[in-house]
């Protein structure tokens, strides 16, 4: 049950009385949606979370993944597109994760690779990375659209998510440069009050019970597209940013 059920309650009144708080904090209210909350012992803050109104001019966008094996084990696929600029900002643009067989998810991530005219799709290595790669480019086959320029980043099999995690969750805070407070990665405005950041704000490295189906997988992918973007791991060619995508940039601005 939810405020709306109380026939004591204007609901309409109510809803205005919420219209200041950001949609996670209204799903909390409005719909009794307690899996969107800030945890203790989470990775990130929802303070941590910095966000640009208008995307800037990126030099490179990437779309990054961490593949299910199989639709039955009831873990996301994590497909998350970003970009960085000039100055070495990175802006997440878009949470497109999906629970789906792997055809699917990977349809959707080729999509996701030239709709925004990116020039990477990032993927682990270790877990499955040949494999996602094959799925990709059939995906891309079907879609009669050119194969993706795969990048896999290494992940040492004995390091668990949260040392991996940790270095992105700390570009997430404000470093001072001389008089101004910048930040090494912020949120596009596709991304407020996601499911990427609701998920952010709730996985506690080694509670299960903090995420849904026990995977961060949305946390995987933002991990794997800031690593490689930001910190420069992974393997792959040159990288410009496409007539396409400076299109698309121009028409958030």
Known sequence: PTFYDNPAIDA??????LAHLSEIQRRRLELGDWDVVEVPGALWRFEDIHR???VPPLDVIAVAV?????EGTGDEAGIVVG????DGVVVVLEDQSIRAHPDEWARKAVLAYHDYGATRLVIEKNQGGEMNRSV????AEILKLPHPNVVLVHAASNTPKELRAQPVSQAYRASHGG????HKVMHG???R????EAQMASWVPGDKLSVKHGSPDRVDALVWLVQHLLFKQGSGGPIRTTTRTRDRMSSWR
């Open 12 to 17: 309409e009144e109510y809803k205005k009385s």
């Open 83 to 86: 970009g960085i600029t000039a």
């Open 52 to 54: 640009v109104e208008k």
């Open 189 to 191: 405005p596709l991304v």
């Open 136 to 139: 990709l480019y059939s995906a």
């Open 193 to 196: 009050d996601s499911e990427l």
């Open 66 to 70: 961490d593949g299910a094996v199989s």
């Open 179 to 182: 008089e101004v407070l910048t």
